[in-house]
Each structure stands twice: as structure tokens, then as C-alpha cells.
């Protein structure tokens, strides 16, 4: 049986929905992850288990106990906020001991405590700095081992790199995983950035609109979207509008080229169908067994590690990313170019 | 020296003027009890007068009970108005902005006219005194607080504790209310500087307090009054001094916050 789990969850705000028909078993020290634009309904799923909104209908599971309708100082759930939401009348370890301290715990074991987490987030040294004597990194941190202090079941985060720097992002994402791991606690992580999702998390819940779009691991969910808004949200997606020429043999048309998908294709011939191709899964030149496309280059992007160029192939672009290599010659504007991918790159997505 | 520079010293000083010179002349009028030369026997006398005790300490007792009275009223209201009822702040904007609509007089006599007989006979008691003082604090009790709280993210506060186990009283007296200190503090200073010098409720209501006193002093004597007026506004600066002085701290402590954002 699941250990936390989500069961038929809907929230309304007067007259609009926010979550609809939500349902999601967790396991025991699972890192799932809720990602979404801004507006899906990804914060609200996570305030109800944290307690801040009550479900209009449904049930939340934790270890057997439906605590749908419990109070948020009463369920042990550890809650991030993006704001970090520090108090700024107490010391990093006040901060941290103050779960400790309502709970009225003996003053020794709060201290062993608080400083066993600040070990955890190797801030040991900072125990006596007030939360604006510290860097916003250093501030969530503070807040990750003030949550993590009282041992909950189950940590919550709502967007906590969102305030930070790009580079400290990255640093502190590995360190909440690495520290996650260390304590096999089960984890819900919001965001809306689909790379921190990715990276982050044994699953991730897309979701849009108040419902869940797909429920899967990240190599899941970038590879075999199941769902149109799956397939553009997560990951740059090429999306060719084109003309079934064989359908068995998975023969479609684009701008007057001929191209083959690995599987055969759902549609009667001559029908109009969308095909999905991930901008990494193509390259420049021609190589047996792979399908071809030519157009003229229109941008070309260097990223850094990531070399992305647009292809103009009729009235449509076609993004094209090519890892950097010191040797890589880069095609000029206005060069035609031929480009290849594996027909198993190329998907037919079901539309509507 | 440039010429706005100038216009900007001219109406400086003209404001410097019209504002110290009669306060100047007070203080100096209040030396000049004793023929020929400054003293500080009006202040001597002043101070040995035990009317002046009496009523100075009935003014205190008076802006202790308002302020206490006040801070029970306002912080829980504005509280719940910035976490669960964003909709009615106008609303109760605008109640606590009534001191500033119905004048004083008009109060009392309300006040007088409504529970000034029986059934409900509160003239004997100096309840009605009070309520009248909290009335007249409102707009700066409700005011500071309101300023205090949103120089915090009350709600994310309150959550954060709140998902600590802490109960909404521990929440109010660990996290908001040492956060809020100073917002508090320049409320508390504001309504005692207004209570002690406060006439209108005390003198149309019958209760002894410093402001009928100074009337009453004033319209016997020629130099005590001008003493006490002086001691009157070295108080109410003093008070508003300690406001600055314990908000300068805070705010470059807050910017601090912020900056580190």
C-alpha cells in the first residue's frame, strides 16, 4: 500500500477548479515531483496535504489515517516555501529548534538536534546568524533542516529555488536531493521548471489546468509524452503538420518530403496528422536508414554546451540542437542544409 | 548658492519660525516668574502642586488601560483582516478613521446621552472614558500595526509555524508579535502622547486627568501653565523620539532582508 496517498482530491475556489480528480498513491521515500505552468493547480495539491486548504472532496492517506481534514500543526508534515519564510526575531538555530520547542521537547535533545541538521546542511558554523545576515541559498538551507528537524513523514517544497540565483539553483537542487536520499524521507517537490523536475525526481506529475496530465518517471515523461501539452511543456518539441502518404508503412508527408515514423500510423491516408521530433534527435548530413529533411538555415543559437539552429522548410521551423565541439563548424544563415533523424525519433501525437 | 537653494532655506526657515518661535516664547515666558530674572520656579511650582501629581497619574493609569485595551482590539483584528479577510480592510480602514469624523465632543455627548441613565448607567464608571480614548487611538493603533504587518509576510509566517506543529497562539506570541515589536511600540507611544494630553473626553465626562488640569491651571495662573505646556511637549517628543530611535534599527535591519533577496 502506498504511504501517502491521494485519493479523488478536488479543491474549488468559489467558481472556478483548481485541482480536479486527483489521484496519486506515493511510496515510502519516494521523490515525486508536480510541475506545471504557473495556474495548474500544482501549489493548491500541494497545500492540502500540507494542510493550508481543505479538499472539497477526496481523501489524503498518510500510513493508513485520512488526514483530509486535520489541521496543519497536527499532521507532521515539513513544509519549504519559496519565500523561505525564515522568522526574522530568531536565530538560524532558534529557526531550526523551533518545531523542537512547541513540541516542547527537553532543551538538550533540541540542541543535539538542531545541530545534527545544521551538520546536514553544513552550516554548523552560522548556529548564531540571523536569517538577514544570510544569502537567499543559505536562508533555504536553513529552512530545509528547520522543516526537516522535527523528522516528518513527508517534506513538502513549493518552489524553493524559485528566488535564487541560476547557479546556486543547481548546487542547492543536488544537495536537497542528495540530503532526501540520505534520509529516505518521502518528498513532494512543486516547480515549474521542467529541468529541475527531471533532474530531481524518481517521478513527475505534469500537470495542467487542475488535472493531471501524466504520471512517470522523467525519462518517461520526456520521451513517451502521452499528451500533446506533455510533449510541448516538458522539453522543446518540434511539431510538423503533416499528410498521411502510407499509413501501414507509416509514410508521412511534410512540405513536400517524404518521411517514415517506426510504427504504422492511425489515420487513413491522405488524412492530416501532427508528428512529434525532439530537436536532439536530429543532425546535419545524410545517413542511411534515417529519414531526411532539407530547408535553409535560418538562426543559429550557440548556447554553450548546446548549438541550437532554426531550419526553414516552407512556412514552418524546424529546431535542430547540436551538441558543441570545439571542431563543430557552424552552417551559415541562409545555407541549405539537410538534416536526419531515426524514423523511432519521430511520433504521431494524438490530437484533441 | 543657487537660487532654488536659497527659496528652499527661505521657506525652511519661515516653517522653523512659525513653529519654535511660539514654543521659544512659551519656554521663555516660563522663566520669567520671578521679576528680572530666569528661573525654573514656575517648573518648581508646577511640580510641587499635588493636583499635578494626581492628575498626571490619572492620565497615566488612563493611556495604560487605552493601550492595553487598544493592542487587544487592533493587533488580533488586523491580523485576521491581513490572513483571512483582505476584502474588509476598507471597511475597517474606514471605522478606525471615524475619530477623525466625529469630533470628540459629539462623541461624549453620545456616549453621555446613551449610557448615561439607566438601564445602562456607565457614567460613574470610567469605562466610558476609556472606550472614548481607544476610539480616539484607533487611526494610529490600527495604522502602525497595519504598517508592521505588512513589512512582514504574515501569511507565510503563519503557515511556516503552523506546519511546526505550533497552535495560532504560539504562532501570535513566537513569530508574529516579536516581529511586529516596533510597529507596536510607535502605537503605544502615539495613543499615550495623545491620552495625556487628551481634554474634551476627560473634562465633558468629569474625570481627572492632565488635560483639564492644564485648562484649569491656565485660567488661574500666569506662569505655571506655560511650565507644564512645555513639560507636555518635551513628553510627546520624547515619546515620538523613542518611536524613530526604535524604528531606525528595524528598517536598516529589514533592508538588510530585503537585500539579501
Known amino acids: 500500500m502506498a504511504f501517502l496517498d491521494l485519493i479523488g482530491l478536488q479543491k474549488r475556489f468559489a467558481d472556478t477548479v483548481a485541482v480536479e480528480d486527483f489521484n496519486l498513491p506515493i511510496d515510502r521515500g519516494e521523490f515525486v515531483a508536480f510541475l506545471g505552468p504557473s495556474g495548474c493547480g500544482k501549489t493548491t495539491a500541494l497545500r492540502m496535504v500540507a494542510g493550508f486548504e481543505v479538499p472539497t472532496a477526496g481523501r489524503i492517506l498518510l500510513d493508513g489515517v485520512d488526514i483530509a481534514n486535520r489541521p496543519p500543526n497536527q499532521r507532521n508534515v515539513g513544509m519549504v516555501f519559496q519565500s523561505y519564510a525564515l522568522f526574522p526575531n530568531m536565530t538560524v538555530g532558534q529557526n531550526v529548534g523551533f518545531g ?53 513523514q513527508v517534506l513538502l517544497l513549493d518552489e524553493p529555488l524559485s528566488a535564487l540565483d541560476a547557479k546556486i539553483r543547481v548546487e542547492l537542487r543536488a544537495e536537497i536531493r542528495r540530503i532526501q536520499n540520505q534520509l529516505g524521507i518521502t518528498t513532494i517537490y512543486v ?48 511539431q510538423l503538420r503533416c499528410t498521411v502518404v502510407d499509413a501501414p508503412k507509416g509514410q508521412l508527408s511534410f512540405d513536400g518530403q517524404t518521411f517514415s515514423t517506426a510504427t504504422p500510423v492511425r489515420a487513413a491516408n491522405g488524412a492530416s496528422v501532427l508528428a512529434a521530433l525532439r530537436p536532439e534527435e536530429l543532425h546535419f548530413g545524410r545517413f542511411d536508414g534515417e529519414n531526411q529533411l532539407t ?39 541562409g545555407q541549405t542544409q539537410t538534416v536526419s533523424f531515426p524514423p523511432h525519433a519521430c511520433w504521431v501525437m494524438s490530437e484533441g | 548658492m543657487r537660487r532654488a537653494s536659497v527659496w528652499a532655506w527661505f521657506w525652511f526657515l519661515l516653517g522653523f519660525l512659525y513653529f519654535f518661535l511660539p514654543l521659544f516664547s512659551t519656554f521663555e515666558f516660563s522663566l520669567r516668574m520671578l521679576k528680572g530674572r530666569y528661573t525654573f520656579e514656575a517648573y518648581r511650582v508646577a511640580f510641587t502642586d499635588p493636583a499635578f501629581f494626581r492628575n498626571f497619574g490619572y492620565s497615566l493609569i488612563w493611556s495604560v488601560l487605552t493601550i492595553a485595551i487598544s493592542l487587544a482590539l487592533v493587533v488580533p483584528t488586523a491580523y ?63 495604522r502602525a500595526v497595519d504598517t ?38 510607535s502605537g503605544i507611544f502615539l495613543t499615550f502622547a495623545i491620552v495625556m494630553g487628551e481634554f474634551t473626553f476627560a473634562s465633558l465626562l468629569y474625570w481627572p486627568a492632565f488635560g483639564p488640569y492644564m485648562e484649569e491651571i491656565g485660567a488661574m495662573r500666569a506662569y505655571t501653565p506655560q511650565a507644564l505646556s512645555v513639560v507636555s511637549f518635551a513628553l510627546t517628543w520624547f515619546s515620538i523620539g523613542v518611536i524613530q530611535w526604535l524604528g531606525r534599527g528595524v528598517s536598516g535591519q529589514q533592508a538588510q532582508i530585503a537585500g539579501a533577496r
Do not use: C
Open chain 1, 295 to 333: 530547408g535553409a538555415v535560418e538562426t543559429v543559437t550557440f548556447l554553450g554546451a548546446i548549438v541550437r539552429m532554426h531550419l526553414r522548410l516552407g512556412s514552418s521551423l524546424v529546431t535542430l540542437d547540436a551538441l558543441n565541439e570545439r571542431r563543430l563548424t557552424l552552417p551559415e544563415v
Open chain 1, 100 to 152: 523542537m520547542m512547541v513540541a516542547k521537547k527537553a532543551k538538550e535533545e533540541t540542541a543535539a538536534r538542531v545541530r545534527e541538521m545544521l551538520k546536514l546542511i553544513q552550516m554548523a558554523e552560522l548556529i548564531n546568524r540571523y536569517p538577514y545576515q544570510l544569502s537567499g541559498g543559505q536562508q533555504q538551507r536553513v529552512a530545509l533542516a528547520r522543516a526537516l528537524a522535527l523528522q516528518p
Open chain 1, 191 to 238: 516547480t515549474h521548471d521542467q529541468e529541475e523536475a527531471l533532474s530531481i525526481s524518481d517521478r513527475v506529475v505534469v500537470m495542467n489546468a487542475g488535472r493531471m496530465e501524466q504520471v512517470g518517471p522523467p525519462f518517461e515523461i520526456y520521451n513517451f509524452p502521452k499528451t500533446s501539452f506533455v510533449a510541448s511543456f516538458v522539453g522543446t518539441l518540434n
Open chain 2, 80 to 142: 485576521w483582516v491581513h490572513l483571512r479577510m483582505p476584502r474588509l480592510r476598507p471597511l475597517v480602514e474606514f471605522i478606525t478613521l471615524m475619530p477623525f469624523v466625529v469630533p470628540a465632543v459629539v462623541l461624549t455627548f453620545g456616549l453621555i446621552r446613551l449610557y448615561g441613565s439607566p438601564p445602562i448607567l456607565l457614567t460613574p464608571t470610567p469605562i466610558l472614558l476609556v472606550a472614548g480614548y481607544v476610539v480616539l487611538s484607533l487611526p494610529y493603533m490600527f
Open chain 2, 148 to 185: 508592521g504587518l505588512r513589512s512582514i509576510d504574515v501569511r507565510t509566517l503563519t503557515e511556516a509555524a503552523q506546519s511546526l506543529g505550533a497552535s495560532g497562539f504560539v504562532t501570535l506570541t513566537r513569530v508574529i508579535f516579536p516581529n511586529l515589536r516596533v510597529a507596536l511600540l
